[in-house]
């Protein structure tokens, strides 16, 4: 999986890139862009990612819609050309493998998550499509892509674009430019197009003022919504239920049977998780990531980490969204 050389060479020029087995590494020069922005500033703002960390997987092949409705959560028949849907993918535990966006074009499903849980979905998918007409690529020339945030976006775009633009959970082409609205308290959308179109976006949203943020800022904007997407450190350890999946409307639970969908479906109608959800800001003495456990003052372990976020000016806190295990606190 990698991107075009033209778009890495091009967010060079702005910024320090390397890539390691972690991911790419993306800080902005400030000379070439306003003082990075609070969380609460940038909301108020516009912000402007390279979304370098996510990938896009490809579905297509005459029993596409057929195979992915037997093996994700979400319904794909709401699904249209111009909707798109947060969704996810469980083992037979019913617990969550992979999150994802999923979107339909060209007649092909398009998943976009964290690069890396896209192959845990990848390879889990294709254990089960052994007797049906699918294809399952991962692009390996991935789609330039961006995240574009904040309360100016839709004056911004709108400028660009020409035109009104999609409402949240909804996906519009403009001339080879795919926008998806992703709903929650800050507006936010996902393009993904050519390097070329990309580029121009990029340039024309950075003459507006958009301050230039690293991919942080995306999982921010995630757990100021409560939304934790799966990463490699966090697959096959939570149920949707946990994840507060339910809430996000990524599950139905009238579409049928899929992978773990009797016991998600049990836990939702008979019983009550024991994990929950929960947002939690703590020092930044000790960094957390995705996969770390919480201890609390006698070393107990209290919960696991599924999201953090360190807010750029200050700097002494970080904000979490971790799964808090049973009668315990931090």
Not at 36 to 59: K, R, V
Request: glycine residues 6%.
């Amino acid at each position: 999986m990698s991107f075009d050389p033209e778009f890495i060479n091009f967010l060079s020029l702005s910024a320090s890139i390397s890539q390691d087995e972690h991911g790419y590494q993306y800080l902005p020069q400030r000379s070439s862009s306003p003082i990075a922005f609070s969380l609460t500033e940038s909301q108020a703002g516009l912000s402007l990612c390279p979304l370098l960390n996510w990938s896009w997987l490809e579905i297509s092949g005459e029993e596409a819609q057929k195979f992915l409705q037997g093996q994700l959560t979400c319904d794909l028949n709401s699904l249209t050309a111009h909707k798109g849907h947060l969704g996810a993918h469980c083992d037979l535990k019913g617990r969550v493998l992979a999150t994802f966006y999923i979107y339909l074009r060209n007649e092909a499903y398009h998943l976009h998550l964290p690069s890396s849980s896209a192959l845990i979905l990848q390879k889990s998918l294709k254990k089960y499509a052994l007797f049906s007409k699918v294809k399952i690529d991962l692009l390996k020339s991935q789609p330039a892509t961006l995240g574009i945030a904040g309360r100016d976006v839709y004056q911004a775009l709108r400028h660009y674009i020409g035109a009104e633009l999609p409402q949240p959970n909804q996906q519009w082409e403009y001339q080879g430019i795919y926008l998806y609205h992703i709903p929650g308290l800050t507006p936010r959308f996902v393009c993904s197009s050519n390097t070329a179109d990309c580029i121009a976006l990029w340039e024309s949203l950075h003459h507006r003022s958009a301050i230039i943020e690293n991919e942080a800022i995306w999982t921010g904007f995630d757990i100021q919504n409560h939304l934790a997407h799966i990463v490699k450190a966090s697959s096959a350890q939570f149920t949707p239920q946990a994840l507060s999946l339910i809430e996000h409307h990524a599950v139905s639970f009238t579409k049928g049977c899929y992978t773990g969908q009797e016991i998600v479906a049990r836990l939702h109608y008979l019983g009550k998780s024991k994990q929950q959800l929960s947002y939690l800001k703590l020092p930044s003495e000790e960094i957390y990531q995705a996969g770390d456990t919480v201890l609390d003052p006698t070393t107990q372990i209290t919960g696991k980490v599924v999201a953090s976020y360190i807010d750029p000016i200050q700097k002494h806190t970080q904000h979490l969204l971790w799964i808090q295990n049973p009668g315990k606190k931090a």
